[in-house]
């Protein structure tokens, strides 16, 4: 069967240090991948997607990037974490038209 | 632009009662619409997906309906019990070359108390 992990759970980050969040698939091959967030009193964002190894797009200019080393890895990552960085950041992976989420990372920046 | 708006923000209800969850979008060539719950803290659960070429899908308790033209969906939860409670999100996916991409309304926090 097919599953998404995402790591870790939760971090608390003080501003200006780097990020990198990790999110992995299992059981299938060539995923479209997604990264987004939820900010408190927002909903949910697409910041990043990545329809194979290498290649990345991002939905919104931001403090954040995104890399796909291979195939089923997807990284969002950061230089210098900003206080707005802070939020629920999830991966997503689409099989046959439908979405499936990880567990999420709670990022706190101080 | 995709925008999606849930209606209510909150519900609370007693247990037993059947009821409606409202979710609205404003471009109607969308490629699907999938409803999601989220437990506090947790990640998003599918529950429903529904083709745009469908007008509902029933899962369980659960029923959603399509209707494009207009651009609302619904989610009826029938016999609500206290483990329902949670947070209801709906999403509209793009297709083409925005495939997988999801719009989400904000959702809307459900309350089943015994």
């Known amino acids: 069967s097919q599953t998404i992990h995402q790591w870790p759970a939760t971090l608390v980050q003080p501003v200006g240090s780097p990020l990198s969040l990790e999110c992995t698939v299992e059981?299938?091959?060539?995923?479209?991948l997604y990264w987004y967030r939820q900010a408190a009193g927002r909903g949910l964002q697409l910041l990043f997607y990545?329809?194979?190894?290498?290649?990345i797009s991002s939905e919104v200019p931001q403090n954040l990037s995104a890399s796909r080393p291979q195939d089923r890895q997807f990284i969002l990552s950061s230089k210098k974490l900003l206080l707005s960085d802070s939020g629920f950041y999830l991966c997503?992976?689409?099989?046959?038209?439908?979405?499936?989420f990880g567990q999420g990372t709670r990022l706190t920046v101080v | 632009k995709q925008e999606v708006t849930q209606i209510p923000a909150a519900l609370s209800v007693p247990e037993g009662e059947n009821l409606v969850l409202n979710c609205s979008f404003t471009?109607?060539?969308?490629?699907?619409l999938q409803w999601f719950r989220q437990d506090p803290g947790k990640g998003l659960t599918s529950l429903l997906l529904?083709?745009?070429?469908?007008r509902e899908q029933t899962s369980g308790r659960l029923n959603a309906s399509l209707d494009k033209s207009s651009g609302r969906s619904t989610l009826y939860i029938a016999a609500s019990q206290p483990g329902d409670s949670a947070t209801y999100l709906c999403?509209?996916?793009?297709?083409?070359?925005?495939?997988?991409?999801?719009?989400f309304g904000q959702g809307t926090i459900l309350t089943v108390h015994p």
């Open positions: 997503a992976w689409v099989r046959n038209t439908e979405a499936f």
């Open positions: 059981g299938t091959s060539n995923p479209n």
């Open positions: 990545s329809v194979g190894i290498g290649q």
């Open positions: 471009d109607s060539a969308i490629y699907n």
């Open positions: 529904i083709q745009s070429s469908q």
């Open positions: 999403a509209c996916g793009a297709g083409g070359t925005s495939y997988g991409k999801l719009t």
